[in-house]
Structures are given as C-alpha cells and as structure tokens.
C-alpha cells in the first residue's frame, strides 16, 4: 500500500518561498506519476505541478510557471516542490498525489493514492 505523507508547510510573506515534501512509501510502480495539488478556501482542488517517472518530464500550471519546480530524490523516494515568489494566492492546502501506470496526472480524479496535505499560507 502506497502511503504519502507531505511536509513543509507554512506561513510566509508574499514575495517568500518555501519547500514542500512528500515522502512516499510502498511505491514499487515502475510506471508513474505524482503530482502537486491545491485546494483553496471555497474552491476546487486543482494541479499546480506533476512529474512522470518514465520519462522525467515536469509540467505545470500556468498559475505557478516559472516561480514552481518539482522535482524527485529516487534515492529518498520524495517528491519536492520549491516554491518562490508567492503571492496571497497561492494559499491554499497542498496535496501530493501518485497514479499508477501510463496515465496523465493532469487531473486530481485519476489519482490513486494521497496526502493528508499541509497547508500553505502566504500574507500580503
């Protein structure tokens, strides 16, 4: 049974940054992939980034372009997500998600497996 638990939230100052993880265990998936998402007070849960282990590939939100990176440590089956620049809107709970197989992790019903989440919040 896969198990993700995330860490590193908090609050920060716009303009701040800050690093999420999310440790997994009992992924023994060759083929995957995980993803970050968000949801907001009132709002629905969406994909900020996600990563697809068969080919590396990283892809993102317009949202976050460019002030987001996520990136994974095979070696400490984490996934990260360093976030810089943020902005009131960026607040939000996130969530790490995993899909097993060749599938698209652009959306948050195909996902598998989840977080409990840790919340991010950013003052203006």
């Known amino acids: 049974q896969v198990q993700l638990v995330e860490s590193g939230g908090g609050s920060v100052q716009a303009g701040g940054s800050l690093r999420l993880s999310c440790a997994a265990s009992?992924?023994?998936?060759?083929?995957?992939?995980m993803g970050w998402f968000r949801q907001a007070p009132g709002k629905e849960r969406e994909g900020v980034a996600r990563?697809?282990?068969?080919?590396?590939?990283?892809y993102y939100a317009d949202s976050v372009k460019g002030r987001f990176t996520i990136s994974q440590d095979n070696a400490k089956n984490t996934l990260y997500l360093q976030m810089n620049s943020l902005q009131p809107e960026d607040t939000a709970m996130y969530y790490c998600?995993?899909?097993?197989?060749?599938?698209?992790?652009?959306?948050?019903?195909?996902?598998?497996?989840w977080g409990k989440g840790t919340l991010v919040t950013i003052s203006s």
């Open positions: 990563f697809y282990a068969d080919t590396g590939n990283t």
């Open positions: 998600a995993l899909r097993r197989g060749r599938y698209s992790c652009d959306s948050s019903y195909g996902m598998d497996y």
């Open positions: 009992g992924n023994t998936f060759t083929s995957y992939c």
